[in-house]
Every structure is written in structure tokens, then in C-alpha cells.
């Protein structure tokens, strides 16, 4: 398949470039080859390219910069995302898009995972406007798969958020200061290279909708960076934070967990437990790290 991944340098898109290369025609497109705020850079990318397949990365998600910064937010989440369903309308290309596990989070006394057709309700600026780019796709075009993924981390950092929360965690160890983290708030942190294998299974099927696809399993980000120590072998002093402590701006689901639920009933539910991939995940920066000490 002839397909372009807008975002290919961000964090998952990376991932995604490294995974279906070699089976695909990729049109690998950073921000500087398009922009998506702007329909005359979006239009030109489908026009030029012709890709039958468009998968969008782009996204605003610094959460707490949103509740600030709406405007800037609903441009990439919501109205970029409009711009790219009707290009790919015009151009008949399938589009692939990703959302997050924050459109969900008003129910504060949840302790079961979401599926896809629980009625989303979010609960800061950033969910808003994933919600409404997952409505515009959803509204304007019929061949589109949307993914709602969850504590994404992959070896190349998420270029919106300047990093991920394992190296955060490595370097705060590292530091050997006192490490607090949020003992409230639960999810499924899950590796961006699963969900590229998952991404690759699921465009060959043709079977279009809205899929949850996180790793299995939850926990609390206090008891992933517990899970990260572990299995480095690393023993700072951790501590439990409640939500609120370090006056972020934006209120975040204390629950926000989900099930692959919609990729079961096709029997293409192929993530693993979190623990396993924040494994593969702890080798994988292993090796990048040996490489990169060789060249
Ligand atoms: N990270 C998470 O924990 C998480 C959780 C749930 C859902 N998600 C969703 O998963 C998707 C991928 O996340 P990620 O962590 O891989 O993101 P990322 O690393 O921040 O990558 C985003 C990519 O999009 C590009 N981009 C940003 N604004 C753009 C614009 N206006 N026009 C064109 N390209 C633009 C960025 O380019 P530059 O590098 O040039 O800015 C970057 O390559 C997003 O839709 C996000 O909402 C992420």
C-alpha cells in the first residue's frame, strides 16, 4: 500500500516508519513537509503524493498548555483533523487516526475499562478537542480507522511532550534526588512499537471503525515508575503524590483504562501485558543506547 505518515518523526510515527517499511510504499512526512492548520499544505501533500492510505501523528498534547492554549490545540486536534478527513475524501485515501484514552474521565467512581462503546465525556481541553477531531473524521469520511491509544512511550520520545515518562523517570534516578509520582490516576502505558505491529495488522483487514489498543493490564503511574526501577535494578526514593500536588492546569481522569475490546471481536487483539513491554521496551533503549556508544 502507498502510505503517508504525517508525524513520522514524533514518537509513535517513528516506530510505525521502522515497522512497515519494508512492506509498504511509505510517504514518511515531518512538519516540514506538511502542516495540517494549513488545507492548502494538506491538500498538496495528497494531490502530489496519491497515497491511498494517510496516517495522521500530528497532534497538540501538551494536556496542561492546552487548557491555556485552545486555540493552537483545536487547530491540530480538531479542525487539522477535519482538513485531513475531507482531503482524503476528495482523494479517496483511507485515513488512519489516532486519539487517547482522555476522551473519557467524568465517571470518578469508574473502575472498569472503557470500551469503544462507552459514551466518551472528557474533562479538559485536550480530550474536547480529541473528541472532536475523532467526530470530524467519523462524520466526514467512511473509510477511516481512529485508535485510541494510552501513556504512549517509545525510544524516540514524544517530540510534543519533549521526552516520555520511563526516561523521565531514568533520569530523575539518575539525579538521586527524591522521586514523586501520582498515585492516583490509572491507565495502561503502552509501547509505541506494539501499537505500530498493531497498526500494521489492522490495515490489512479493511475493517474500518473505532479501536481501544493499549496494552493489557493497568496501573497507576506510581506503579509504572515502581515497575521501571525494578526492572533496571534502580532503588531511588520513590514516593506517592496525589493529583493536584504539583498544581498542574488541567483536571485528568482518575480512571482512564481501556479495553481492546472492538480488536478482540476480530481476533486481531495482539498487545501484551504492560510489564512485558515496558521489558522490551527497557532492551530495546539498551541496545539504541550500545549502538549509538559504537558509532
Ligand atoms: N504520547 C502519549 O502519551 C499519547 C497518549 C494518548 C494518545 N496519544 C496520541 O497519539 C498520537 C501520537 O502521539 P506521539 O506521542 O507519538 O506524538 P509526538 O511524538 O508528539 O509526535 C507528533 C508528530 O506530529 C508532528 N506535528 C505536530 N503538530 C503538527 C502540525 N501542526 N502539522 C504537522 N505535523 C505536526 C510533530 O512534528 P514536530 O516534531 O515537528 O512538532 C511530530 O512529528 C497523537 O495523536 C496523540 O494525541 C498520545
Excluded at 475531507?86 to 467524568?106: K, P
Excluded at 462524520?139 to 520520545?157: F, P
Excluded at 506517592?240 to 492546569?249: P, S
Amino acid at each position: 500500500m502507498r502510505i503517508a505518515i504525517v508525524g513520522a518523526d514524533g514518537q509513535l510515527g517513528s516506530d510505525l516508519v521502522k515497522v512497515l517499511r519494508s512492506s509498504h510504499d511509505l510517504i514518511p512526512l515531518t512538519q516540514a513537509d506538511i502542516e495540517v492548520t494549513s488545507p492548502d499544505s494538506v491538500q498538496a501533500m495528497l494531490r502530489i503524493h496519491q497515497p491511498e492510505l494517510v496516517m495522521n501523528m500530528a497532534a497538540f498534547h501538551k494536556v496542561d498548555v492546552c487548557e491555556d492554549e485552545v486555540e493552537p490545540t483545536f487547530a491540530v486536534n480538531a479542525y487539522g483533523v477535519r482538513t485531513l478527513a475531507l482531503a482524503c475524501r476528495a482523494h479517496n485515501a483511507v485515513l488512519l487516526h489516532m486519539s487517547t484514552d482522555y476522551v473519557f474521565g467524568s465517571d470518578k467512581t469508574r473502575s472498569t475499562p472503557y470500551v469503544e462503546t462507552d459514551a466518551p465525556a472528557p474533562i479538559n481541553a485536550y480530550g474536547i478537542s480529541k473528541l472532536a477531531g475523532e467526530l470530524f473524521v467519523q462524520y466526514l469520511t467512511d473509510r477511516y480507522y481512529i485508535l485510541r491509544v494510552c501513556g504512549l512511550y517509545g525510544v524516540a520520545g514524544s517530540a510534543g511532550k519533549g521526552g516520555n515518562f520511563v526516561e523521565l523517570m531514568l533520569r530523575l534516578a539518575r539525579e538521586g534526588k527524591p522521586i514523586k509520582v501520582v498515585d492516583d490516576q490509572r491507565l495502561t502505558p503502552t509501547y509505541t512499537v506494539d501499537v505500530a505491529h498493531q497498526i500494521a495488522a489492522l490495515i490489512e483487514t479493511g475493517r474500518y471503525g473505532l479501536y481501544h489498543a493499549t496494552s493489557q493490564g493497568d496501573c497507576t503511574w506510581y506503579e509504572f515508575a515502581a515497575e521501571i526501577f525494578r526492572q533496571s535494578g534502580l532503588t531511588p526514593d520513590l514516593g506517592r503524590a496525589r493529583t493536584g500536588d504539583f498544581g498542574e492546569k488541567a483536571t485528568r481522569p482518575a480512571y482512564s483504562v481501556l479495553e481492546n475490546k472492538a480488536l478482540q471481536s476480530i481476533g486481531l487483539d495482539q498487545m501484551r501485558p504492560w510489564h512485558e513491554a515496558l521489558e522490551a521496551y527497557l532492551k530495546e533503549r539498551q541496545s539504541t543506547t550500545e549502538r549509538s556508544r559504537k558509532l
